[in-house]
């Protein structure tokens, strides 16, 4: 077990990590994980140092890396490729493998459709809501009108009752997400575990929203390292302090792997 306390600024990230170790399979949230939140899904970046050390890790560790976020797929690629990592997105309704193949849910897309058009209508009143529309799922943000909370739940709790009970509402990071039920990080992650390159390793998976508690679920169901990114309440066994910390993480973890292989 690991405890590192390392400056930063002004600032101090601390981790509580299980030891480095060969043969594991690494997933990834991003906003809140790998990233800062931002006040827009579209203000984020990649730094360099963080994409060569995913690129490195990635490599060294066969391909068993992957992404795992509400964003789309293509959203994740136009930050981090290349390469195109194995990643999930839109909560798991879409997926690429180890492989490069790609499956997506798509019964939902009409009434998402609907949904996105009759939110548009009702949101044009207020000030500093975002609505995003990734195709498989609808999410509107509020992070630039936190006054609005109650509308916002509000007014998604209402289109659920409409989309039927095949759809879920997702609570996030002052955001709320519609989706269709079934798929989640939790689905995601057993599904990689269960193909090349990913089978018979230990999944360790760090995240930081309630979103991410059902990856946490099934990655302990596995015995594995569920990592809980921030404050809160969780399954998560370990904990690191926030993104920065992350990032620190990931390059140590793709050092370890560099001097494992030059051994």
Request: aromatic share 8%.
């Amino acid at each position: 077990m690991t405890k590192r306390i390392a400056a930063t600024g002004a600032s101090r990230v601390d981790w509580h990590m299980p030891d480095f170790a060969d043969r594991w399979a690494v997933f990834l949230d991003v906003d809140g994980t790998l990233l800062d939140i931002a006040r827009r899904p579209d203000a984020v970046a990649v730094s360099p140092q963080l994409r060569d050390a995913l690129r490195l890790a990635y490599r060294l560790s066969s391909g068993a890396v992957a992404l795992i976020s509400g964003r789309t797929l293509s959203d994740l690629d136009r930050l981090f490729a290349p390469p195109q990592f194995p990643a999930a997105g839109q909560h798991g309704l879409e997926r690429r493998d180890g492989r490069g193949h790609v499956t997506r849910l798509k019964d939902a897309l009409d009434r998402i459709d609907l949904a996105a058009r009759t939110l548009g209508a009702q949101a044009r009143t207020q000030r500093g809501i975002l609505i995003e529309h990734k195709g498989l799922s609808l999410a509107l943000h509020y992070r630039g009108a936190p006054e609005s909370q109650e509308w916002a739940e509000y007014a998604m709790r209402a289109l659920l009752i409409g989309l039927g009970p095949e759809f879920q509402l997702v609570e996030g990071k002052m955001v709320y997400e519609l989706k269709p039920g079934g798929r989640d990080k939790g689905t995601a992650i057993a599904d990689f575990m269960s193909e090349t390159p990913f089978a018979g390793r230990l999944p360790v998976f760090i995240g930081d929203d309630a979103t991410d508690e059902d990856g946490f679920a099934v990655v302990n169901s596995c015995a594995g390292h569920s990592v809980k990114v921030g404050s809160g309440a969780s399954a998560a066994r370990w904990h690191i302090a926030d993104a920065p910390g992350v990032r620190r993480w990931i390059e140590s973890y793709a050092e370890y792997l560099k001097a494992r292989a030059e051994k």
